[in-house]
């Protein structure tokens, strides 16, 4: 069985879909803390699962022996901001106690999502490398630089077989995202479509590197699939996808929606954390490691968005 904790999510919702597609739907196990709402039609078997409650994980191991477990469970980057410590447990005691549980019962291969959250104010901010200065300013930042150091322990020290993406702000028509600070290129999509016109909280030249959902589910299958021997890095692997800034996206939809009209909050929270993050991402890693490259520009990204959103309404 797979296992995937975190299953109604941005990501965790795509995953699922995409492991249906590889392992067949018997074959996973979808978890999170609440029913799916209506808006999501999982196709695999579904069941309630607390990943900060230890005995609810056990449970779902004990019951189903997962072969590979993907933890996508977490409070992002925004809401991180306004539940500090409710961040912190679930981002840090999920993880821990999936990793102890994945040793317990001997789980062949462990997925964790890192983020570029992991930089901070002094880490350089063009072509971010793989190794450099990070000192994350967001509760789910240094959250997300922590769990990397777990999950790096875990494989030096027990030897599980752990792997983990530094995710961009990840863009899909299929899922909502939730409570982050790149959301906000998810949302402008919906709205363009809707009333042509939407309010970005981050400013017209915040750069932050992105990419398509698809990319980022490709690379996680491409990542799992790698044979251990080829990995050098058991933190995380920075990916790149496609960096841009608000005005450079409304312009791209203008040329689809030419009355579209992006306007611009002030002092939103989220501003400053974008502030702190990179605007670029070296990925020579993963590029050697195991060959990824994205296939996502802004152009081809914004046609399949509104495209997919379009005839999916
Ligand atoms: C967030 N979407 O905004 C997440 C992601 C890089 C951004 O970690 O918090």
Redesign the pocket.
Known sequence: KILVLGANGQIGTELVRTLCGIYGCDNIIAGDITEPPDTIKHTAPFEIINVTDEASVRRAFSNHKPTQVYLLAAI???VGEQKPKMAWDLNMNGLIHTLDLAIEFKTAKVFWPS???VFGPHSPRVDTPQFCVMDPNSV?GFSKLAGERWCEYYFDKYGLDVRSLR????IGWRSS?GG????YAVHIFHEALKNSRYESFLSADTELPMMHMDDAIRATIELMNTPANRLSIRSAYNLAGLSFTPAQLAAEIKKHIPQFELTYAKNDPRQLIANSWPRSIDDTYARQDWGWKPEFDLKGLVENMLGNLKSNR
């Open positions: 992002l980057s925004a983020s570029i959250a789910y995710y961009p702000g990840l995202p982050g600070t790149t959301d």
